[in-house]
């Protein structure tokens, strides 16, 4: 599928219209994604280039402010002199600027389309507490169904903090560990965490949690994401994790 990106923007000053048109076929086709409930990497790129295009405008307002243009006359009063600074839409890079303003409330459009799904998959998945959860939960198990395909899938989860620009961040990873056939599935959550217990020993006592959900959404473009997120909320909201 067409990719959006900002070099889709950045060469707008060859072909103006050829590049709007490219730049609905892409959104559209987004979209048709959003439809099937395929929501990332859509959602997070879509998101990036927006703050990237709004970044790009704000700069160009800073330019044309910093470009003297050609001198008009004397304000006496104020005691500075007058310029005709470049208006938008001059020039290729005008083209650009107008580009950007003309696409960003598409691209808002296509981005509350995405987050509307993932806040009612959010809505429909519950992270459950599997067994006594230990104090060190920075460590554990996650266990997800997948619905389509109809099977279990155990992961194994990393939970860190780091800090970027006197911000904290807060990111959880996973690795897969295996997938049950659900005609295959004798155990309940708490009988798939013992037997994790025995087969893994790197950790002997983890934190094991069961994310509930009924949804048959496909499983790593929207259901995984949104589970570990969701994991990530419970992690720090209901263990008090710093």
Known sequence: MSVLS?????????????????????????????AQNIIYPHLDQLVALQESLRQILTQFDELRQALPGELTGIDLEAHRLLYNRPEKGEGSLGRIEELIAWALPLIQDAIDEGRTICEFVEENLHVEEVGLVPSYVEEGYVIVPDRREQCLHILQYTLSIFTRADERYRSLRTTLVKTIPHQRIELPP?????????????????????????????FEPTLLPVAKRKLLRHLFDQRGTA
């Open 6 to 34: 900002l070099d889709s923007f950045l060469s707008a000053g060859s072909d103006f219209e050829q590049t709007r048109y490219q730049i609905l076929g892409a959104l559209r086709q987004i979209r048709r994604q959003f």
């Open 190 to 218: 708490g009988g798939i965490k013992l037997a994790l217990m025995e087969e893994r020993r790197e950790l002997p006592n983890p934190a094991t949690f069961f994310v509930e959900s009924v949804l048959d959404f496909p």
